[in-house]
């Protein structure tokens, strides 16, 4: 059973190597006539070169083996078929006039043109690099396809009217506006750069800086009005008592008036006050005469 099984895909394999053979022509497809023989300019696809000149032109050339292509009709060697391997993946069989197509699986693409190898596939917004692997675009150049090299910025937008409004970043160019000039606008004004926007973060920095500043200037202010409020207080405070001790040393002095006592009153310190000068003229005298005294 299993010989009967190796023996059909013998056949099979056979028929298709045959039938292969059969759809590329043989020999010669240009050639010329020198003498008593034929020399070829040209072979037909997927044939080979076995001869230059002969004497039938079916004869100069011979369709590559199997497992063989050539793309040069003039070739007197055929090249071998690829075989995909490793990351790749086949995808079309190699004829005597073509290759093996390969492909390589998901996440990775071609490293050439032949598809020999396969490399990381690099999103949009990087490139690839020597070593098969894929870096940011570099800033001033942007990349808006899959696996491809980093382009540089344009400097200008591509409209007369338009102004730049936006630079551009990893992923895309820079960004466009057609300007409608306003009244009172002058040509001057219509050619300067626009304003561009802060970004979101350094605007939030901004806000953050000025919320601080203004909080530290309030909370300074309210601590100076309370030094303020406490001093005039605390001077409030001690101009009475002050008031009071400069009262209190300030003789009284009242007018005189009819009234009975006081005029007592102020006899009686009258008196007082003689007395006092009196005592103290007697002491005196007295000292001096006890000084004469032998």
Not at 102 to 128: H, I, R, Y
Not at 200 to 226: C, D, K, R
Not at 231 to 240: E, F, L, T, Y
């Amino acid at each position: 059973m299993v010989l009967i099984q190796w023996l059909m895909g013998l056949a099979l394999l056979t028929q298709s190597c045959m039938s292969s053979l059969d759809q590329a022509e043989v020999g010669c497809k240009t050639w010329r006539q020198e003498g008593d023989n034929v020399c070829c300019d040209e072979c037909h696809p997927g044939n080979r070169l076995v001869r230059q000149c002969g004497p039938r032109p079916k004869q100069l050339c011979t369709p590559c083996e199997t497992g063989t292509y050539t793309h040069n009709p003039m070739t007197r060697r055929c090249d071998r078929c690829t075989q995909c391997v490793g990351a790749q993946v086949h995808l079309e069989d190699c004829t005597n006039q073509s290759d093996t197509q390969c492909g390589c699986k998901d996440g990775l693409t071609c490293g050439d043109g032949k598809c020999s190898f396969c490399v990381e596939k690099c999103a949009k917004g990087s490139e690839p690099t020597d070593d098969r692997s894929c870096r940011p675009c570099p800033r001033g150049t942007f990349n808006n396809m899959n696996h491809s090299t980093c382009k540089p910025w344009s400097t200008k937008c591509p409209g007369p009217n338009q102004e730049i409004v936006a630079e551009g970043n990893a992923f895309s160019d820079i960004q466009c506006q057609v300007m409608v000039p306003s009244e009172g606008v002058t040509s001057v004004d219509r050619h300067k750069p626009p304003v561009r926007p802060d970004p979101p973060g350094q605007v939030a920095s901004y806000e953050v800086i000025m919320a601080v500043m203004m909080a530290a200037f309030i909370a300074t202010a309210v601590v100076i009005i309370i030094i303020i409020v406490a001093v005039k207080v605390n001077h409030s405070k001690k101009k009475p008592e002050k008031m009071a001790e400069k009262q209190l040393k300030t003789p009284v002095i009242r007018t005189p008036t009819d009234d009975p006592r006081t005029l007592i009153a102020i006899e009686c310190s009258f008196h007082e006050a003689q007395q006092e000068q009196g005592s103290s003229t007697e002491s005196l005298i007295k000292d001096s005469s006890e000084e004469f005294a032998p």
